[in-house]
Every structure is written in C-alpha cells, then in structure tokens.
Nanobody, 123 residues
Framework: VQLQASGGGLVQAGGSLRLSCAAS????????MGWFRQSPGKEREFVAT????????VYADSVKGRFTISRDNAKNTVYLQMNSLKPEDTAVYYC?????????????????WGQGTQVTVSS
C-alpha cells in the first residue's frame, strides 16, 4: 500500500486549504483513513478519520466545525478540507490507513502512512 499526500502550503489565518491522500496497492473495503499532524517539539496528534464503507467520521475537538474529512472510494482518495485556519494548525499533516478499525484515533492503530505535507498558517 502506498499513500500519497498533497495539498499543503502557506495560507493566512482564516484561510482554507484542501489536502488530498491517494491510496494505491490494494482494494479497500474495511477500516478507514485518518489524518494526523505534528508540529515541532510536539507529539503526533489525531485530526480526523473516516470509514471506507459507511463514511462515519470522527474529529479532534480542536478542528471540529472547521475541518471536514471526506472520501472518494472510486478514486481511493481521502480529502481534508480545512477552513478558518489558525496559526496553531501549522504542522506537517500525515494521512494514514488502518485495515480494521472504524473509529481509529490512535496512531498505533494505523498500518500505513503517507509522507506528510506541510501546512503553515501565518497570523
């Protein structure tokens, strides 16, 4: 399985970005995809996750109401629409795939990881 994340960049506070994560290498029918982020000196933290089937979503409290995770099963791609961005959202964002869990919020539950994409929000 390979995960390719894209869409990061520099944006002013209050702006928006959309991250994409394309998955390849197998057919996905269980488990889900998630987004995590990590800023310098901090541990990697959960952002959002979505089931491959059913589409159930879970969000971290810090992004609830501002970020939306979605998927296109036909393209094996997951998106993270980020609105009302804040400087504290600045981090490297990673997409990840887990093969078994529906609502996985822990990094240890994920089996595959993408390379990360930098998001920088200026004040």
């Amino acid at each position: 399985v390979q995960l390719q994340a894209s869409g990061g960049g520099l944006v002013q506070a209050g702006g928006s970005l959309r991250l994409s994560c394309a998955a390849s290498g197998r057919t996905f029918s269980s488990g889900g995809m998630g987004w995590f982020r990590q800023s310098p000196g901090k541990e990697r933290e959960f952002v959002a996750t979505i089931q491959w089937t059913g589409g159930r979503t879970v969000y971290a409290d810090s992004v609830k109401g501002r970020f939306t995770i979605s998927r296109d099963n036909a393209k094996n791609t997951v998106y993270l629409q980020m609105n009302s961005l804040k400087p504290e959202d600045t981090a490297v964002y990673y997409c990840a795939m887990n093969l078994f869990y529906s609502d996985a919020t822990k990094s240890t539950q994920y089996d595959y990881w993408g390379q990360g994409t930098q998001v920088t929000v200026s004040s």
